[in-house]
Nanobody, 117 residues
Framework: VQLQASGGGLVQAGGSLRLSCVAS????????MGWYRQPPGQERELVAD???????NYADSVKGRFTISRDNAKNTLYLQMNSLKSEDTAVYYC????????????WGQGTQVTVSS
């Protein structure tokens, strides 16, 4: 499995970005997929995840602003980020959740998101 994340960049506070993560195979509708981020000097944290049954979960800090989705035909996972804040600045990673014990076992290379205030 290979995951290729893209779409990061520099944006002003209040702006929007859409991250994409292309998977090497048809895995998005089989496994839970997630977006994580790692702010400078901090630990990696879960931003959002999407189950194969279309159930979503969001970190409290992004609820109402970010939306996770997927396009199975394109093998692509998305993260739409609106109303960006400076505290959203981080490297964002997409990841695939494995079978029991359900750890994330494959990761994309990360894409930098920088929000200027």
């Amino acid at each position: 499995v290979q995951l290729q994340a893209s779409g990061g960049g520099l944006v002003q506070a209040g702006g929007s970005l859409r991250l994409s993560c292309v998977a090497s195979g048809r895995i998005l509708n089989i496994h839970t997929m997630g977006w994580y981020r790692q702010p400078p000097g901090q630990e990696r944290e879960l931003v959002a995840d999407l189950t194969s049954g279309d159930k979503t979960n969001y970190a409290d800090s992004v609820k109402g602003r970010f939306t996770i989705s997927r396009d199975n035909a394109k093998n692509t996972l998305y993260l739409q980020m609106n109303s960006l804040k400076s505290e959203d600045t981080a490297v964002y990673y997409c990841a695939k959740q494995g079978d029991y014990p359900y750890a994330y076992d494959y990761w994309g290379q990360g894409t930098q998101v920088t929000v200027s205030s």
